[in-house]
């Protein structure tokens, strides 16, 4: 569940630095783009990663899909927060030189 929260936290200050951005013109170029971009690739990628931990986790326990079920939803989670984590710090380098 701690993985889930940081994402939940991490993408909580994302939205808020694009929109204070977007409403003050400065956010950096291309960044508006990179919004609506970003994510299918992200959430496919994630989605992949779900999909392989889960087949990897029935391989090993074939009498436990609950374990399957954790299984990709860290790995979903994890692949979110990088790039989630990734936009933060370059959003916030932004800021911290504009």
Known sequence: MTGM???W???GSVIA???TMSLLQT???GENLRMVTEKPAVFLRAQIAAT???GASLMRHPF???AAMVAAGRAWT???SRKTSANRRRLNKHIAGA
């Open 27 to 29: 956010a950096p170029d």
């Open 52 to 54: 392989s931990a889960a």
């Open 5 to 7: 929260m940081q994402l």
């Open 9 to 11: 936290m991490e993408a």
């Open 17 to 19: 630095m694009r929109t």
């Open 64 to 66: 436990d899909p609950a």
């Open 78 to 80: 994890g692949t979110v």
